[in-house]
């Protein structure tokens, strides 16, 4: 007898490949995170300690108190505009957001300046993040698509936001490149398979060479390199995209499913499970020099959090918080690790090309 599938989304997308054929594994990724009904984002997002799976600014507040301090320190290098624009892509909880702003209280002539939007399409997560920012008294603007931005200066801020962003996988078959699919195998399961015509499209270097077997993702960023561009037409543009990935274009599978802090099978439950991919860090940095940006030079994580002086943050909180010294530590530990999120999350700066280099960068 053939198993009942596991989730309402994969009931629906099982109807949906057998009455319409095979479906993209970009399709299938669009799916799971942003089904309107279905979708992981849309429905049950579990972000936190106790939750599917844990990001930097819910580990420790210092992460968003430093990019609060580097969004003064970038618009002063502006000269300062007023208004300005402070956007974050894919808030989440608004933990990050609300960090940032107690820290950005102090300095001068900021509150007066920031007009704080949010680009967020889940409902569920913007009711987090109206709570989450209540207390700010703060005004707070939702959108719900980064091209739906006005031009103005601006500083954008985008924490894991790029990863959920849905990804192409293309496979080196004996008969050449094919689009990897969604299909049912003989038991009406959902399993992967590769599409019957041919790849056409241009694929990175790395793939002239690649054998039978090899896979290539690919991820658009242009509509959001080309949104920027279009706010940044004639006012200045800072922007900050942290995330997991490669430094430089690579090969191999890196979709991956994860529920309650543990990886599965990506058929396993869908849109029940949250659903990424590695980002590739020079596909990212050319999509925004594309679109007319200069890019700072890759950071680690720990690199740039220690430039902006995270030990001395967190020694602060410590002595302030004798109590709980020992969990603010090893908060910012974990951030930090160099065989961890130090060094496996990677932060992109993207600015204007008449403004000076981003803080927090190295120059050389
Ligand atoms: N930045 C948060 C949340 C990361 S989860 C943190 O670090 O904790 C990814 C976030 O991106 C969620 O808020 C999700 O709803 C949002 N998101 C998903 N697709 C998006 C899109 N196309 N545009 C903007 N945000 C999106």
Redesign the pocket.
């Given at each position: 007898m053939t198993p009942a599938p596991s989730t309402p989304l994969a009931k629906a997308l099982t109807r949906r490949i057998a009455e319409g054929g095979p479906i993209t594994v970009r399709a299938f990724m669009d799916a799971c995170?942003?089904d309107p009904e279905h979708g992981y984002?849309r429905t049950r997002?579990a972000?936190g300690g106790a939750a599917d799976f844990i990001?930097?600014?819910?580990i420790s507040q210092t992460f968003g108190e430093l990019l609060g301090l580097w969004s003064a320190v970038a618009w002063q290098a502006m000269g300062a505009p007023s208004p300005f624009q402070l956007v974050e892509?894919?808030?989440?909880?608004g933990?990050?957001m609300a960090d940032a702003l107690r820290a950005l209280g102090r300095i001068a002539g900021f509150a007066a300046a920031v007009r704080i939007v949010l680009?967020?399409?889940?409902p569920v997560?913007r009711e987090m993040q109206r709570t989450a920012l209540g207390r700010t008294g703060l005004d707070v603007q939702w959108v719900d698509?980064?091209g739906d931005l006005v031009p103005a200066p601006s500083i954008l801020l985008?924490?894991?936001?790029f990863d959920?962003?849905p990804i192409t996988q293309v496979v080196r078959t004996a008969d050449g490149w094919r689009e990897r699919t969604v299909v049912l195998d003989a038991e009406d399961r959902l399993s992967f398979s590769v599409a019957r015509e041919p790849w056409l499209s241009p694929l990175p270097a790395v793939a002239a060479h690649a054998p039978v077997g090899a896979l290539v993702e690919l991820r658009d960023l242009s509509p959001i390199a080309g949104a920027l561009a279009r706010i940044g037409a004639r006012e200045p543009v800072a922007a900050l995209f942290i995330d997991y990935g490669h430094e430089a274009t690579g090969l191999g599978d890196t979709l991956q499913a994860v529920r309650r802090h543990a990886a599965e099978p990506v058929f396993e439950a869908p849109g029940k499970a949250d659903l990424t991919a590695h980002v590739d860090f020079e596909a990212a940095a050319r999509a925004f020099t594309d679109a007319g940006f200069q890019v700072e030079r890759l950071s680690t994580q720990g690199e740039f959090l220690g430039a902006l002086g995270i030990a001395e943050r967190a020694s602060r909180l410590m002595s302030a918080n004798p109590a709980r010294a020992g969990e603010i530590e090893m908060a910012v530990a974990r951030l930090m690790a160099p065989e961890g999120m130090g060094s496996r999350f990677k932060v992109l700066g993207v600015r204007s090309p008449g403004l000076p280099p981003l803080p927090g960068f190295h120059t050389a």
């Open positions: 995170l942003t984002y997002p972000i990001t930097a600014p819910e892509l894919g808030p989440g909880r933990t990050m680009v967020e399409p889940s997560l698509d980064i985008a924490n894991e936001l959920v962003l």
